[in-house]
Nanobody, 121 residues
């Protein structure tokens, strides 16, 4: 069992930056693929990016602006978000899985509670 807790969300102006954290307990997060998803009001959950043993992958909408990293000593994965846009406003979730490495949220077993990111124009 992996317990995930996101933090770091907040209100930021367009062009600003935020760093989200996904802290894990229960298991070593380094053994899992960790993905970030987001969900805006009235929209479906959207894939943001993934970090796994094969590398880092990003949705086209965030490529070049967002960066995922992992600190194994802290058992934490980070999502650094730069050049934020109002359309990045959403609840951001991290998810982990021991086998799946793709972009479909339904295949991830473990989820955090989400953290709100609001980007003002």
């Amino acid at each position: 069992q992996v317990l995930l807790v996101e933090s770091g969300g907040g209100l930021v102006q367009a062009g600003g930056s935020l760093r989200l954290s996904c802290a894990a307990s229960g298991r070593t997060l380094g053994a899992y693929t960790v993905a970030w998803f987001r969900q805006a009001p009235g929209k479906e959950r959207e894939y943001v990016g993934t970090i796994s043993w094969t590398g880092k992958y990003y949705a086209d909408s965030v490529k070049g602006r967002f960066t995922i990293s992992r600190d194994n000593a802290e058992n934490t994965v980070y999502l650094q978000m730069n050049s934020l846009k109002p359309e990045d406003t959403a609840v951001y979730y991290c998810a982990a899985d021991g086998a799946y490495r793709g972009i479909e949220s339904k295949y991830y077993d473990y989820w955090g509670q989400g953290t709100q990111v609001t980007v003002s124009s």
